[in-house]
T-cell receptor
Framework: QKEVEQNSGPLSVPEGAIASLNCTYS??????FFWYRQYSGKSPELIMSIYSNGDKEDGRFTAQLNKASQYVSLLIRDSQPSDSATYLC?????????????FGKGTLLTVNP | DADVTQTPRNRITKTGKRIMLECSQT?????MYWYRQDPGLGLRLIYYSFDVKDINKGEISDGYSVSRQAQAKFSLSLESAIPNQTALYFCATSAPDRGRGEKLFFGSGTQLSVL
């Protein structure tokens, strides 16, 4: 089983719709969860972090975490063409001597005008 | 000016050559990382350093070495490049956030092609 799994997409949504991006992880010791956005040909940038079960909202973005189900998602409301990018889920296990931040392969989102 | 600067931006080399990729940062962060990104495989950690005297292997360190010359500089070397090291390489920095997981700041990347 892969450590962090995402649907590769492409996920295509019309402008103004809600885009839902999903991520599952295998390590139950994971404590910190991140969503990075990567435009084509560019470097990743952090858009959301979440550490506790439930929802965390930041503008049009909402991250949702369910540790019991080992599931984290990102919702983008009122999707815009500028949201078209690859979204990377990253999961970090806290504690111990080894740094371990694991990225998923990313989901390509296309928002159609 | 970019906070995390990688040089070169693009490099084409031949099998067996020694290559060095350089990274410098002005963010004042102690922690620095080298990742590679391959289509379909995502970002994978090669090496990381939490301070000048601390160097650690990541999940795919074979065939690579690193040097932390100063807090602001972290270089990645391929001693004898091979074609399957063709990839997009990212340097990143971070500052710790109460142990919960820090935000990574990435450089613009170096596209390396090994022929």
């Amino acid at each position: 089983q892969k450590e962090v799994e995402q649907n590769s997409g492409p996920l295509s949504v019309p402008e103004g719709a809600i885009a839902s991006l999903n991520c599952t992880y295998s390590d139950r010791g994971s404590q910190s969860f991140f969503w990075y956005r990567q435009y084509s040909g560019k470097s990743p940038e952090l858009i959301m972090s979440i550490y506790s079960n439930g929802d965390k909202e930041d503008g049009r973005f909402t991250a949702q975490l369910n540790k019991a189900s080992q599931y984290v998602s990102l919702l983008i409301r009122d999707s815009q063409p500028s949201d078209s990018a690859t979204y990377l889920c990253a999961v970090k296990r806290s504690g111990g001597s080894n740094y371990k931040l694991t990225f998923g392969k990313g989901t390509l989102l296309t928002v159609n005008p | 000016d970019a906070d995390v600067t990688q040089t070169p931006r693009n490099r084409i080399t031949k099998t067996g050559k020694r290559i060095m990729l350089e990274c410098s940062q002005t963010k004042g962060h102690d922690r620095m990382y080298w990742y590679r990104q391959d289509p379909g495989l995502g970002l994978r950690l090669i090496y990381y350093s939490f301070d000048v005297k601390d160097i650690n292997k990541g999940e795919i360190s074979d065939g690579y070495s690193v040097s932390r010359q100063a807090q602001a500089k972290f270089s990645l070397s391929l001693e004898s490049a091979i074609p399957n090291q063709t990839a997009l390489y990212f340097c990143a920095t971070s500052a710790p956030d109460r142990g919960r997981g820090e935000k990574l700041f990435f450089g613009s990347g170096t596209q390396l092609s090994v022929l």
